[in-house]
Every structure is written in structure tokens, then in C-alpha cells.
């Protein structure tokens, strides 16, 4: 059990993008098990992606399955080199950070997504995901390219009411 | 010993509000907090969080003549002020209608019967002047939970009112 340190803005680690996981060995799984230590460590976070600990990989991990209330999910996963292969709609809602303490704001994601991704051991497996769990991969795989929810984040009065209605 | 001011600013919207009263305050050495700053039927104005060793007059006065200049209203409170207090809101309401008469009293009085904290509440007029409608956004917190907000606010569904209670889940990765 090693809990890492994260990484805060305006770290500027947090802006580069990571490298895909070429190797699938033992090391590889340890740090998913420290990264997994580090993200329930940390005040309660659904997601942790590499570069956050200062690991420029691309390896996001991910469980939506015991939010407050309960969201369409798949579970805890392990998501080494993702890949969203396909966007549908798109939905305003509420993000945080562990890399940005004391700060959320309203962010656009697409509503639905295909995701391709290999697992600790290198299989690859497709999920389709839809809201909360699809904006969670989203802000995860910002991450590998060195954005931050902050890039996105849109107005109050920019409003929800108004984005749903003119389209 | 440094203070927090708030400093409440109305005008006539024109552009250079902001940069002029931001110029000044920070050549006062002033610090700026959180702030809301928003056009309001061709008005502009400002709730601005301002930290500074200064007294409150003599903050008035170091801003007046940008405040005369401008043509602005400009006032400055002493506030117990704190950053880094973010609630997070876990409600968020809509309310839109044609006929307005009390419907901001109507809603939160109902909201307040149920304990529920207003952080932040936007109202709009949209349409035109002969078919106006408007607009309320209201975000807080809710203690009661989701379903007593939706219950308080169901009588009002009644009466040609359009509502809307979703959950604000914060999603954090
Ligand atoms: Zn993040």
C-alpha cells in the first residue's frame, strides 16, 4: 500500500501528455495499485489518471459504482491506453479535481461514448458508457493529454436551460 | 491589519468598468476575492470581495474619482470575509413562466419552509415586451433532500408554472 503524492496545478507535469503503457508487466501493476491507494486515500474522487501522480502513462482508473446515488456504470476499471471511439449528445454538469482543490464548475461532455481500453493485463475491451461514468473517463482522459477540467469549464450563466433549448 | 470590504458597484453598462475599478485597486494594493459581476438591464454592476489595511472610507474615497469618471455608484462594506468556504450545491432548480406576479416569493418561500439554502439565484426576462417570460435558475443546498424540494415545489406546478429539481452530483477525478 503506497499512497502518492498528487500533483496540484498549476503543476506544469499536469500539462504534459502521456505515453501509451507499452509493456504490461508486474511494475505496471503495482503502480495501478498505488494510483488505486492514492485515489481512495484523497477526499472521495471517482477517478485518478497517471499524470497525476506524475506519471506521464496513460492508465486512468475509474468506479462509479458506489456514488452517492447510484449511476449506470460498469464497475471498478482499470483503463490502460483508452480510446473514445464514438460521441453522442452532450450534457452540462458539475466537475471537480483532485488537482485543483477547492474548485468546481459546470462542464460540456458528450452524454454518450464508446471507449476502447486495455485492461492491468493488456486485453482490450469496449464498453459503452452514458452520463456520470462517461463524463468521469472524459475528465480521466484529459488528463493523458494534459488538460484540466479548468479548460472547459463554462459560466453559470451560461445556462443548462438555455444550452438544452437552442442547441 | 488587513480587512475584507465588500465593495458594491451600479452603472450604466459601457465597456471599462472592470479595468478602470481593477487598476485602481490594484494600485491601492488592494486584493480582489470572489466576485459576481454582471450586466443587469443595461445596468453593470458589481459584489466584489476587496482585501486591503485600509478603512472603509478611505477606500470610498481612493475610488471616487474612477467612480465619478464612470458615472458609478460605488459603496464599500466591511465584511467578516473568508475564502476558500465553497459550499457545494447539491440541487438545482428551473423555473420558467409567462406570468410572473410573486413567483420568486412563491418559490422561495417554499424552499425556505423546507430548510433549503440558497447559494446562488439568477432571474431573466426573455421574449419580448408585449409576451415576456422569465427565467429563474437556483442552485443550493438542500438538507431535506431532492424529493422534499420537488415536493414543496409541486403545488406550483399546478398553476401553468414550469419546473424542474435535478440533483447537482459533482463528479471528481
Ligand atoms: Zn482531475
Not at chain 2, 472610507?57 to 459603496?75: G, I, T, V
Not at chain 2, 466591511?78 to 420558467?96: A, C, D, K, T
Not at chain 2, 413567483?103 to 425556505?112: D, P
Not at chain 2, 446562488?120 to 409576451?131: E, F, S
Amino acid at each position: 500500500m503506497a499512497v502518492l503524492e498528487i500533483l496540484r496545478w498549476p503543476d506544469p507535469r499536469l500539462r504534459q501528455p502521456s505515453l501509451p503503457v507499452k509493456e504490461f508487466d508486474e511494475e505496471l501493476k503495482a503502480f495501478i495499485r498505488d494510483l488505486e491507494d492514492t485515489r481512495r486515500a484523497g477526499p472521495a474522487a471517482v477517478g485518478i489518471a497517471a499524470p497525476q501522480v506524475g506519471r506521464q502513462l496513460r492508465v486512468v482508473i475509474v468506479d462509479c459504482s458506489k456514488t452517492r446515488k447510484p449511476v449506470p456504470n460498469h464497475g471498478h476499471l482499470v483503463l490502460v491506453n483508452p480510446e473514445i471511439l464514438a460521441w453522442e449528445g452532450h450534457v452540462l454538469g458539475r466537475e471537480g479535481c483532485l488537482s485543483v482543490p477547492d474548485y468546481t464548475g459546470n462542464v460540456l461532455r458528450a452524454e454518450r461514448i464508446r471507449l476502447q481500453a486495455a485492461d492491468a493485463d493488456g486485453s482490450i475491451h469496449e464498453y459503452d458508457m452514458e452520463g456520470f461514468e462517461a463524463r468521469a473517463v472524459q475528465h480521466e482522459i484529459d488528463h493523458l493529454e494534459g488538460l484540466l477540467f479548468l479548460d472547459r469549464v463554462v459560466s453559470r450563466h451560461s445556462d443548462v436551460f438555455r444550452r438544452k433549448t437552442s442547441k | 491589519m488587513e480587512k475584507w470590504y465588500m465593495l458594491t458597484v451600479v452603472g450604466a453598462d459601457r465597456p471599462g468598468i472592470v479595468a478602470r475599478l481593477a487598476r485602481e485597486l490594484f494600485a491601492l494594493g488592494a486584493n480582489l476575492g470572489e466576485a459576481s459581476m454582471l450586466r443587469l438591464g443595461g445596468n453593470f454592476t458589481i459584489m466584489l470581495m476587496v482585501h486591503t489595511d485600509l478603512d472603509a472610507r478611505a477606500l470610498e474615497a481612493r475610488l471616487a474619482p474612477a467612480s465619478a469618471d464612470l458615472n458609478l455608484r460605488l459603496h464599500v462594506d466591511p465584511i467578516e470575509g473568508r475564502l476558500h468556504q465553497h459550499v457545494q450545491p447539491e440541487v438545482r432548480i428551473r423555473v420558467h413562466e409567462a406570468d410572473r406576479a410573486g413567483i420568486v416569493a412563491e418559490v422561495s418561500e417554499a424552499l425556505a419552509d423546507i430548510g433549503f439554502n440558497i447559494l446562488a439565484l439568477d432571474t431573466d426576462v426573455a421574449g419580448a415586451d408585449d409576451a415576456p417570460w422569465y427565467v429563474i435558475q437556483i442552485e443550493g443546498v438542500a438538507p431535506s433532500g431532492l424529493e422534499a424540494v420537488a415536493a414543496a415545489l409541486e403545488p406550483l406546478r399546478g398553476r401553468g408554472v414550469e419546473l424542474g429539481v435535478e440533483a447537482i452530483d459533482t463528479m471528481v477525478g
